[in-house]
């Protein structure tokens, strides 16, 4: 359970950060809900039984990050669960280019969004969770970044999300290492084909069924399927894991 915790989980109006908001919530926390647009971070909050709270947050503005978090803080008395969701949306344009064929703009934007939105919060929520050791709640906190398969495995496209991603996993583990006796745990998932809205909907009828085909399991996957997951690593069912990858892409990628 995560009762009494507090949660933040970036790009959380849809897809996996919308389900794992959704799942936070069930298990008993209070849900910090953030979009670059209040609207839709309103109306996805509104949709979720529990305590959840919407905020408008852009990754990108460093300063806007901090500011946000220490008011988040202020609000709440503690931050204990960060969820690095936030991805440049799916671009067909700089998805088809090849590797040669990717301009550095290409680059920047996705990384902008993906690498350093994650370095953004991440260094923005460490100093609370290390506070959270001194306090009264002896306990740290859970940051938990959101990569893909690509990044461990490579891909023939994408290369833009493939570079922004593998540098998500090398920021888990510098945070596990470093932040490992402050009681602070950090994970990356890294989720195969799974059916959001982003990706689901952007394929034809050939994609999509060429794609189900490629793991052992010949299904996309559910993004509940993700976010129970999310959940499960951010309890203190994992209290003795830390900097894993967690692959969830029904047997595709095997380590």
């Not at 990754?59 to 202020?74: D, H, I, K, S």
């Not at 690498?115 to 959270?132: D, E, V, Y």
Request: charged share 20%; glycine share 8%; hydrophobic share 45%.
């Amino acid at each position: 359970m995560l009762k009494d915790k507090i949660a933040i989980v970036t790009g959380a109006s849809r897809g996996l950060g919308f389900e794992i908001s959704k799942q936070l919530a069930k298990r008993g926390a209070t849900v910090i809900m953030c979009s670059r647009s209040m609207a839709r971070a309103d109306n996805s909050a509104s949709r979720i039984e529990g305590k959840t709270y919407p905020e408008r947050l852009d990754v990108t503005n460093a300063q806007g990050v901090a500011e946000f978090m220490r008011l988040v803080a202020e609000r709440h008395k503690h931050i204990d669960i960060l969820i690095n969701n936030a991805g440049y949306p799916f671009d067909r344009m700089i998805w088809n280019k090849s590797f040669h064929e990717v301009a550095e703009e290409d680059l920047e934007k996705v990384i902008n969004v993906d690498l350093k939105g994650t370095f953004r919060l991440s260094q923005a929520a460490i100093p609370f969770m290390i506070k959270n050791v001194s306090s009264s709640r002896g306990a740290g906190g859970v940051i938990i970044n959101i990569a893909s398969t690509p990044a461990i495995a490579g891909h023939m496209a994408g290369a833009p999300y493939s570079i922004a991603k593998s540098g998500v996993i090398a920021i888990t583990k510098h945070i596990a290492l470093e932040y490992g006796d402050k009681n602070i745990r950090a994970y990356t998932l890294a989720p195969g084909n799974i059916s959001t809205e982003a990706t689901f909907a952007s394929m034809t009828i050939t994609e999509r069924k060429k794609a189900a085909m490629e793991n052992s399991m010949k299904r996309w996957g559910d993004p509940r399927e993700v976010a129970t997951i999310a959940a499960s690593v951010a309890s203190e069912d994992f209290a003795f894991a830390t900097g894993n990858t967690i692959v969830i892409d029904g047997g595709t990628v095997m380590l």
